[in-house]
Nanobody, 130 residues
Framework: VQLQASGGGLVQTGGSLRLSCAAF????????IGWFRQAPGKEREGVSC????????YYRESVEGRFTISRDNAKNTVYLQMNSLKPEDTAVYYC????????????????????????WGKGTLVTVSS
């Protein structure tokens, strides 16, 4: 069982990146999937989530309208399209999967270390220069 996140990089303010989270060894659409990030010196926070139950998408207020989460079940991959990037978006981004977590809790609740996720991918670094 493995999650592989990729797509990070260095981009200027206002630029775009698309992160990918590929799952190996299990079927992605059986889980609720979240994207999280951790900036230097800060706690990890939920950024976006796509619900297992109905495919609804959720976003942290600070990224609403700029980020889009999507899932390609055929490729067993989840994406996070990030547009209009800002320096404050600089962080290591992680994907996480869980059978039971609620998406509204992911994007508005405490750090995921409090409630836990079933699986984590290794992070991918996003750096937005000013």
């Amino acid at each position: 069982v493995q999650l592989q996140a990729s797509g990070g990089g260095l981009v200027q303010t206002g630029g775009s990146l698309r992160l990918s989270c590929a799952a190996f060894g299990f079927i992605l659409d059986l889980y609720t999937i979240g994207w999280f990030r951790q900036a230097p010196g800060k706690e990890r926070e939920g950024v976006s989530c796509i619900s297992l139950s109905d495919g609804s998408t959720y976003y942290r207020e600070s990224v609403e309208g700029r980020f889009t989460i999507s899932r390609d079940n055929a490729k067993n991959t989840v994406y996070l399209q990030m547009n209009s990037l800002k320096p404050e978006d600089t962080a290591v981004y992680y994907c996480g999967l869980d059978l039971d977590v609620r998406c509204d809790y992911v994007v508005r609740g405490p750090p995921p270390e409090i409630y836990g996720m079933d699986y984590w991918g290794k992070g991918t670094l996003v750096t937005v220069s000013s």
